[in-house]
């Protein structure tokens, strides 16, 4: 029988390393003892101007209308809410941006200064060589017209507009 296993302790012991769910607190710098699964999600997209650039799994259109249920019905309509959402999002809505530092014991610390903050467009153009991540076809001055077009009070206004339309013709249409 012993010629089937061995007595000896494996060199990673599988019961202590941390479940994929398990919550890290801190990222280092050194490479990990033990493989990391690949993250799902959508590699080397570049950023478009027709979709939300905070947004994954529609947590942003969700958080500007609400949790309940939508009836299907509605669908195009939402969809054209979001083609109002979607400019304030990427040219109007601040969004902070982190400064990543090294503490003593080699982990990343993420802070979010005040100074850091920037729309997702700003955010764009301020990296370098920021046009290679554009669309075929689209350069930054067909976005900087977008993006004057108006001020970040007239899109909050327009967007609220566009909100209350939408919920209008869903709670007349529920009523009825």
Same mark, same amino acid.
């Given at each position: 029988?012993?010629?089937?296993? #061995?007595?000896?302790?494996? %060199?990673?012991?599988?019961?202590? +390393?941390? /479940?994929? @769910?398990?919550?890290?607190?801190?990222?280092? #710098? /050194?490479?990990?003892?033990?493989?990391?699964?690949?993250?799902?999600?959508?590699?080397?997209? %570049? #950023?478009?101007? *027709? !979709?939300?650039? =905070?947004?994954?799994?529609? /947590? &942003?259109?969700?958080?500007?209308?609400?949790?309940?249920?939508?009836?299907?019905?509605? %669908?195009?309509? &939402?969809? =054209? @809410?979001?083609? =109002? +959402?979607?400019?304030? $999002?990427?040219?109007? !809505?601040?969004?902070?941006?982190?400064? &990543?530092?090294?503490?003593?014991?080699?982990? *990343?610390?993420?802070?979010?200064?005040? *100074?850091?903050?920037?729309?997702?467009?700003?955010?764009?153009?301020?990296?370098?060589?920021?046009?290679?991540?554009?669309?075929?076809?689209?350069?930054?001055?067909?976005?900087?017209?977008? %993006?004057?077009?108006?001020?970040?009070?007239?899109?909050?206004?327009?967007?609220?507009?566009?909100?209350?339309?939408?919920?209008?013709? $869903? @709670?007349? /249409?529920?009523?009825?």
């Amino acid at each position: 029988m012993a010629d089937y296993y #061995t007595h000896e302790k494996p %060199a990673i012991e599988h019961h202590r +390393l941390p /479940s994929p @769910f398990a919550r890290r607190t801190g990222r280092r #710098t /050194s490479p990990p003892a033990f493989p990391l699964r690949p993250r799902r999600g959508i590699e080397g997209d %570049a #950023t478009g101007a *027709q !979709r939300p650039a =905070v947004s994954k799994n529609a /947590s &942003v259109i969700r958080k500007h209308l609400g949790y309940s249920h939508i009836p299907e019905q509605f %669908a195009t309509q &939402v969809n =054209v @809410f979001t083609q =109002v +959402l979607t400019p304030y $999002i990427n040219f109007h !809505r601040p969004c902070f941006f982190p400064e &990543v530092t090294l503490d003593d014991k080699g982990r *990343q610390r993420r802070r979010y200064p005040y *100074q850091a903050m920037n729309t997702p467009y700003e955010k764009l153009k301020s990296l370098p060589d920021a046009a290679r991540h554009l669309r075929p076809g689209i350069t930054f001055q067909q976005l900087d017209q977008e %993006a004057l077009a108006m001020t970040d009070s007239q899109a909050a206004e327009r967007l609220n507009q566009a909100r209350k339309t939408l919920f209008d013709k $869903i @709670f007349k /249409s529920t009523a009825a």
